[in-house]
């Protein structure tokens, strides 16, 4: 049987590596599809070790720049944050690299494809939910899921085979990415613990402080400190930069698609700033009710992008609704960075609604307005609560009759 297992060089997918060619005789060619957070350095040691636990072949496929333009634009679009904190940064990649393993399975005709998801966790589903829709008649394999070894019993028996285990692969379960890293167990098991300083990646032992220059067009994020980047180089230089001052570290305690609680912590500088420059570039370009309605469908993308559905097509419906909001969001961003805050300092566009009013709040109305015009929105504002309270009034000195 020929497998192509999705390999990301963790425990798990190490395990699989192993026990799959030894228990099940399987020929396992792995793959490793690059969404952010590799060095070239680790890319390489991943394929060494793949090949060291028994794959006969690996491969790799290099798929930031398409996560950015199919997912990550649209989190930037809709300012999502789960449960008002965690920017997804695991849920979104699986959609996509899901798709990958399928795509590749069945255009190399392998006789089953595999993953290495808990039994206990969103992965399963969101694999299992892209290979139904993407490729239905594939079989898919997920023994850590199915046979729920372990991490300890996994180690164990990688040991006792002499094989390799992965330097990460005792107490946390990490997961790096382009937008944010994610880390489990240990402390997280609990709800009121705290991972230790030397636990976190990108944020270890941060501080000073530093304003960067943000610039984007169209929603999308353009240049770094005035000079043009590409989103993918952008977003990977303020992970390192704005990491480096502690910026977007934070817990999060959340519904899984399960039903069950879960506890991760996570590192996610990039997206901490840019959520929030583009926030504030909306407030200067947009009207209330678009910030308004597209918060609240950003709310209800992101839910649904957690819950495995990248491919249920009500997704693109959003994203062309986040399209059409974008199309003047564009301007320049200045963001204070420091150990735990990103701030807003300042934000410019060409499209700027305060700029196009000779209106100054709070001293002075605009040109084109008068005071019975104000007069006149208040109490006609005022008329529900009014009338209200008069029904009030009314019923009460009819009950004291």
């Not at 990301?8 to 590596?17: A, E, F, H, I």
């Not at 609604?353 to 208040?378: F, H, I, V």
Request: net charge neutral; glycine share 12%.
């Amino acid at each position: 049987m020929r497998v192509l297992l999705a390999y990301s060089g963790g425990l798990d997918t190490s395990y699989l590596v192993a026990w799959l060619t030894r228990v099940e005789k399987a020929q396992v060619t792995t793959l490793a599809v690059d969404c952010g957070g590799w060095s070239a350095a680790e890319r390489r040691d991943i394929a060494s070790r793949a090949v060291a636990l028994g794959a006969v072949e690996h491969r790799f496929v290099d798929a930031r720049a398409e996560l950015f333009s199919r997912v990550v634009r649209w989190l930037i679009a809709g300012n999502v944050r789960r449960g008002a904190a965690y920017p997804l940064s695991v849920g979104a990649e699986r959609g996509l690299q899901a798709e990958i393993l399928a795509r590749m399975s069945t255009e190399g005709g392998f006789d089953a494809c595999a993953h290495g998801c808990t039994a206990a966790g969103n992965d399963q589903v969101r694999f299992e939910a892209a290979l139904a829709t993407i490729a239905p008649s594939l079989k898919a394999l997920a023994p850590v899921r199915d046979l729920a070894p372990s991490r300890e019993e996994q180690r164990k028996w990688l040991a006792e085979q002499g094989l390799p285990v992965p330097a990460a692969g005792g107490k946390y379960s990490v997961n790096q990415g382009l937008w944010g890293v994610t880390i489990g167990g240990g402390e997280l098991h609990t709800s009121d613990q705290a991972l230790p300083e030397e636990a976190w990646y990108w944020t270890k032992n941060g501080h000073g402080r530093a304003t960067l220059q943000i610039g984007f067009e169209s929603g999308i994020p353009v240049s770094l400190g005035g000079m043009p980047m590409d989103p993918v180089t952008l977003v990977e230089r303020l992970n390192q930069e704005a990491g480096a001052f502690g910026v977007g570290r934070g817990y999060h305690l959340g519904d899984t698609v399960l039903g069950i609680k879960g506890r991760i912590a996570f590192e996610a500088p990039a997206a901490e700033v840019l959520i929030e420059a583009h926030r504030e570039l909306e407030k200067l370009v947009l009207i209330e009710d678009q910030r308004f309605w597209k918060d609240h469908l950003g709310d209800i993308y992101g839910r649904r992008l957690h819950q495995g559905l990248f491919h249920d097509p009500f997704q693109r419906d959003l994203e062309a609704f986040f399209a059409s909001t974008q199309q003047r969001v564009t301007g320049m961003v200045k963001v204070r960075v420091q150990p735990g805050s990103a701030l807003v300092e300042g934000v410019s566009s060409p499209y700027s609604m305060l700029a196009a009013s000779d209106a100054k709040y709070g001293e002075r109305a605009g040109s084109n307005s008068t005071p019975q015009g104000a007069l006149g929105l208040a109490r006609a504002l005022a008329e529900p609560a009014r009338l209200f309270r008069r029904a009030g009034e009314k019923a009460t000195a009819e009950s004291a009759k």
